[in-house]
Protein backbone atom coordinates (compact mmCIF):
# COMPACT_ATOMS: atom_id res chain seq x y z
CA UNK A 1 0.00 0.00 0.00
CA UNK A 2 1.01 2.87 -0.84
CA UNK A 3 2.29 5.54 1.96
CA UNK A 4 2.61 8.92 1.88
CA UNK A 5 4.33 10.98 4.53
CA UNK A 6 3.83 14.93 5.00
CA UNK A 7 5.89 17.48 7.13
CA UNK A 8 6.51 21.05 6.90
CA UNK A 9 3.28 22.89 8.34
CA UNK A 10 2.77 25.21 11.03
CA UNK A 11 1.68 28.80 11.91
CA UNK A 12 3.58 31.57 10.18
CA UNK A 13 2.68 35.72 9.69
CA UNK A 14 1.15 36.49 6.69
CA UNK A 15 3.72 37.36 4.12
CA UNK A 16 5.69 34.47 5.38
CA UNK A 17 7.01 31.54 3.72
CA UNK A 18 6.91 27.57 4.58
CA UNK A 19 7.73 24.57 2.18
CA UNK A 20 5.52 21.07 2.84
CA UNK A 21 7.40 18.02 2.21
CA UNK A 22 5.60 14.98 1.09
CA UNK A 23 7.83 11.68 1.09
CA UNK A 24 7.41 8.24 -0.01
CA UNK A 25 7.35 5.66 1.81
CA UNK A 26 7.60 1.97 1.08
CA UNK A 27 7.63 2.45 -3.02
CA UNK A 28 9.44 4.60 -5.74
CA UNK A 29 8.26 7.82 -6.04
CA UNK A 30 9.04 8.69 -9.69
CA UNK A 31 6.69 7.59 -11.72
CA UNK A 32 4.12 9.01 -9.75
CA UNK A 33 2.03 12.48 -10.57
CA UNK A 34 2.06 14.26 -7.32
CA UNK A 35 -0.73 16.60 -6.70
CA UNK A 36 -1.14 19.32 -3.55
CA UNK A 37 -4.72 20.32 -2.18
CA UNK A 38 -6.05 22.39 0.60
CA UNK A 39 -8.83 22.21 2.59
CA UNK A 40 -10.27 25.21 4.41
CA UNK A 41 -12.96 24.55 7.12
CA UNK A 42 -16.41 24.52 5.70
CA UNK A 43 -15.05 24.35 2.18
CA UNK A 44 -14.53 22.00 -0.51
CA UNK A 45 -10.78 20.39 -1.23
CA UNK A 46 -9.51 22.58 -3.71
CA UNK A 47 -6.91 21.54 -6.23
CA UNK A 48 -3.30 24.09 -5.59
CA UNK A 49 -0.84 22.00 -7.55
CA UNK A 50 0.71 18.92 -9.70
CA UNK A 51 3.84 17.82 -11.03
CA UNK A 52 4.49 14.69 -13.10
CA UNK A 53 6.82 11.77 -12.65
CA UNK A 54 9.86 13.91 -14.25
CA UNK A 55 8.85 17.32 -13.36
CA UNK A 56 7.34 17.95 -16.73
CA UNK A 57 4.20 19.24 -16.79
CA UNK A 58 2.87 21.46 -14.16
CA UNK A 59 0.11 22.92 -12.66
CA UNK A 60 -0.11 26.21 -10.47
CA UNK A 61 -3.59 27.04 -9.93
CA UNK A 62 -4.60 30.80 -10.42
CA UNK A 63 -5.08 31.51 -6.60
CA UNK A 64 -0.86 30.90 -5.67
CA UNK A 65 0.22 31.36 -8.74
CA UNK A 66 3.62 33.30 -8.67
CA UNK A 67 3.12 32.64 -4.37
CA UNK A 68 3.52 28.88 -4.95
CA UNK A 69 5.69 26.71 -6.59
CA UNK A 70 6.36 22.66 -6.86
CA UNK A 71 9.03 20.42 -7.06
CA UNK A 72 10.23 17.32 -6.67
CA UNK A 73 13.55 15.35 -5.61
CA UNK A 74 13.04 11.70 -7.34
CA UNK A 75 16.76 10.78 -5.39
CA UNK A 76 15.18 11.52 -2.27
CA UNK A 77 11.77 10.00 -2.66
CA UNK A 78 9.55 13.54 -1.72
CA UNK A 79 7.43 16.06 -3.72
CA UNK A 80 7.93 19.34 -1.99
CA UNK A 81 5.44 22.73 -2.23
CA UNK A 82 7.22 26.01 -1.54
CA UNK A 83 4.80 28.77 -0.11
CA UNK A 84 5.56 32.28 -0.26
CA UNK A 85 3.92 35.54 0.66
CA UNK A 86 1.22 33.65 2.31
CA UNK A 87 -1.82 34.97 3.22
CA UNK A 88 -5.08 34.52 6.04
CA UNK A 89 -6.86 32.88 2.87
CA UNK A 90 -4.31 30.78 2.80
CA UNK A 91 -5.15 28.12 6.10
CA UNK A 92 -6.03 25.02 5.32
CA UNK A 93 -5.36 21.39 5.89
CA UNK A 94 -2.45 20.27 3.26
CA UNK A 95 -2.68 17.45 1.39
CA UNK A 96 -0.53 15.45 -1.41
CA UNK A 97 -1.46 12.79 -3.13
CA UNK A 98 -0.22 10.52 -5.82
CA UNK A 99 -1.58 8.24 -9.07
CA UNK A 100 -0.15 6.90 -11.60
CA UNK A 101 0.18 8.97 -14.89
CA UNK A 102 2.06 10.69 -16.96
CA UNK A 103 -0.74 13.97 -17.08
CA UNK A 104 -1.45 16.46 -14.30
CA UNK A 105 -4.65 16.73 -12.51
CA UNK A 106 -5.59 18.95 -9.75
CA UNK A 107 -8.82 16.64 -9.44
CA UNK A 108 -8.96 15.07 -5.87
CA UNK A 109 -10.86 11.88 -7.51
CA UNK A 110 -7.93 11.60 -10.13
CA UNK A 111 -5.93 10.37 -7.10
CA UNK A 112 -6.10 7.26 -4.88
CA UNK A 113 -3.45 7.44 -2.27
CA UNK A 114 -3.18 10.69 -0.03
CA UNK A 115 -1.12 11.75 2.99
CA UNK A 116 -2.29 12.64 6.06
CA UNK A 117 -2.43 16.38 5.96
CA UNK A 118 -0.67 18.83 7.59
CA UNK A 119 -2.31 22.32 9.18
CA UNK A 120 -1.16 25.74 7.73
CA UNK A 121 -2.38 28.38 9.65
CA UNK A 122 -1.64 32.06 8.12
CA UNK A 123 -2.18 34.31 11.41
CA UNK A 124 -0.73 37.38 12.89
Known amino acids: QLQLVQSGGGLVQPGGSLRLSCAAS????????IGWFRQAPGKEREGVSC????????IIADSVKGRFTISRDNAKNTAYLHMNSLKPGDTAVYYC?????????????????WGQGTQVIVSS
Open 97 to 113: AAHVTTSCSVVPDDFPS
Open 51 to 58: INGWGGSR
Open 26 to 33: GFTLEPYT
